[in-house]
T-cell receptor
């Protein structure tokens, strides 16, 4: 058990809908990361939050948004869903948010949310 | 742009047959290289972090090494329970990149009894 909690584990929805994925980081970790893993693209970085602020952004679609709350949990919102959004979505957390602090940058991953868009 | 290439894509071994997985990388200002293990349908599990060329780390049957251009994950006398996908990732420096990881596509290892 990594200590990172993701809910729900599975989500089945229809095209055009909106969903919210939730992540609780490990106790004491300030950074939260979101990754997307599909069969043909491997693990792709979406976005990072550090202590409530956006720290880094990957190729995240405009239809996707995220936030980190004062209690450090994070939510990833996916809207206007398309078939191609079907994937595993992972949340990870780490103690630090800056690459310079490498020893505190080990990312621990949750079990993921499997999203199926029908 | 950071690039991480893992080879082979898939590897099938007999129990006890040692081998190595390769991770080659191109990144500006490497701060760390990470190895993860991922079982089907589960989240990646952290194995090792390597920070500088020449560094080595070991854990049970696994040993990771790092050069300036690549990393190797050596598996000695593997067992069926070592079957998984092994992922390599790099952490680059720089204020604008935060502490994001760039992952390779992974090597799917199967160890037959």
């Amino acid at each position: 058990d990594s200590g990172v909690t993701q809910t729900p584990k599975h989500l089945i929805t229809a095209t055009g809908q909106r969903v919210t994925l939730r992540c609780s980081p490990r106790s004491g970790d300030l950074s939260v990361y979101w990754y997307q893993q599909s069969l043909d693209q491997g693990l792709q970085f979406l976005i990072q939050y550090y202590n409530g602020e956006e720290r880094a952004k990957g190729n995240i679609l405009e239809r996707f948004s995220a936030q980190q709350f004062p209690d450090l949990h994070s939510e990833l919102n996916l809207s206007s869903l398309e078939l191609g959004d079907s994937a595993l979505y992972f949340c990870a957390s780490s103690a630090s948010g800056l690459a310079g602090d490498v020893s505190k940058n080990i990312q621990y991953f949750g079990a993921g949310t499997r999203l199926s868009v029908l | 742009e950071d690039q991480v290439t893992q080879s082979p894509e898939a590897l099938r071994l007999q129990e006890g047959e040692s081998s190595s997985l390769n991770c080659s990388y191109t990144v500006s200002g490497l701060r760390g290289l990470f190895w993860y293990r991922q079982d089907p349908g589960k989240g990646p599990e952290f194995l090792f972090t390597l920070y500088s060329a020449g560094e080595e780390k070991e854990k049970e049957r696994l040993k990771a090494t790092l050069t300036k251009k690549e990393s190797f994950l050596h598996i000695t006398a593997p067992k069926p329970e070592d079957s998984a996908t092994y992922l390599c990732a790099v952490l680059r420096g720089g204020e604008t990149s935060g502490s994001r990881l760039t992952f390779g596509e992974g090597t799917q290892l199967t160890v037959n009894p």
